[in-house]
Nanobody
Framework: QVQLVESGGGLVQAGDSLRLSCAAS????????MGWFRQAPGKEREFVAA????????YYADSVKGRFTISRDNAKNTVYLQMNSLKPEDTAVYYC????????????????WGQGTQVTVSP
């Protein structure tokens, strides 16, 4: 079955960096658009970044543009999220997702989800 497993979360201070990874299995990874979403306590899950099947096209939420970078390695079936200049408001559970078809920012545009990894940024 399809599995998406996130790793790399943790507790950091404001201004620090983290690199999240998401290892995929059970699907033809190179065919899927990959996305990162996050969900803070009491809030809805929100879009963070997306990358197309080849890695040639990326898209970011305004709140992370210029600080976060999404990338993928199709040979390793892995998508990454490099997060720099972290802020306390970036604190959330981060999820990776795989999708086919149109759309990239809506949760409904993704078919498979990981279990999430916690990122906590202290002031």
């Amino acid at each position: 079955q399809v599995q998406l497993v996130e790793s790399g979360g943790g507790l950091v201070q404001a201004g620090d960096s983290l690199r999240l990874s998401c290892a995929a299995s059970g699907l033809t990874f190179s065919s899927y658009r990959m996305g990162w979403f996050r969900q803070a306590p009491g809030k809805e899950r929100e879009f963070v970044a997306a990358i197309n099947w080849s890695g040639g096209s990326t898209y970011y939420a305004d709140s992370v543009k210029g600080r976060f970078t999404i990338s993928r390695d199709n040979a390793k079936n892995t998508v990454y999220l490099q997060m720099n200049s972290l802020k306390p408001e970036d604190t959330a559970v981060y999820y990776c997702a795989a999708g086919l078809g149109p759309g990239r920012v809506s949760t409904t545009s993704y078919n498979f989800w990981g279990q999430g990894t916690q990122v906590t940024v202290s002031p």
